[in-house]
């Protein structure tokens, strides 16, 4: 059973250009969860989705952010007009539903140059 | 709000013990667990206490005390390959709050 795929492994964009970062559950699994991790910081929660419900978006910025977990096919995580305190670590998570343990993917780099 | 407080280094020697404790005070509780990350690499999943008490798995231990708001993660018989940052994380709900993570130093 593979683990939680997440690509790009690294991903290196422009101000002002757009960012998709892609998410492939573990198989059985049906809850994904986005988290970033600034450079010396915690694990932040982003979102939480089931299959095309966005659940949770307590930890979304307001703007330029949005996450999507359709019916078929990975998550994604897009972010538009990129800056540079956008640079950071995500992770994706997923988890079978009623289990309490999230499985982590290995995470996209994002550097904004 | 959510505060998860872990110290910010530890270092210990190789088949030493060390214990990383983690104090929360969260708006709600539905489990904590611990995770290790390795520089550059995904948190693994070490443990998860739902319950006040121990529980122990191999060489690690965690422990929680609910009316204290506390956790302790036990690591025996240190190995080089335990230098890691160790993740406190509170379930609230569906989503993990986590704690920015404790780096373990072993050295020889």
């Not at chain 2, 798995?57 to 036990?74: N, V």
Request: aromatic share 12%; glycine share 8%; proline share 5%.
């Amino acid at each position: 059973n593979a683990g939680v795929m997440q690509n790009p492994r690294h991903l290196v964009r422009r101000r002002g250009q757009e960012a998709r970062l892609r998410c492939s559950p573990m198989k059985g699994h049906s809850h994904v969860y986005w988290y970033r991790q600034l450079p010396e910081e915690g694990l932040k929660f982003m979102v939480y989705l089931q299959k095309e419900n966005i659940i949770d978006e307590s930890g979304m910025p307001k703007e330029r952010f949005s996450a999507e977990f359709p019916k078929e096919g990975p998550s994604i995580l897009r972010i538009q007009q990129v800056v540079r305190g956008d640079s950071a670590a995500y992770f994706c998570a997923s988890s079978p539903p009623s289990d309490y343990e999230q499985y982590f993917g290995p995470g996209t780099r994002l550097t904004v140059t | 709000g959510q505060n998860i407080d872990q110290p910010t280094e530890m270092t210990a020697t190789e088949g030493a013990i060390v214990q990383i404790n983690c104090t929360y005070q969260t708006s709600g509780f539905n489990g904590l667990f611990w995770y290790q990350q390795h520089a550059g690499e995904a948190p693994t999943f070490l443990s998860y206490n739902v319950l006040d008490g121990l529980e122990e798995k191999g060489r690690f231990s965690s422990f929680l005390s609910r009316s204290k708001g506390y956790s302790y993660l036990l690591l025996k018989e240190l190995q080089m390959k335990d230098s890691a940052s160790y993740l406190c994380a509170v379930r609230v709900i569906e989503k993990l709050v986590f704690g920015t993570g404790t780096r373990l130093l072993v050295s020889p």
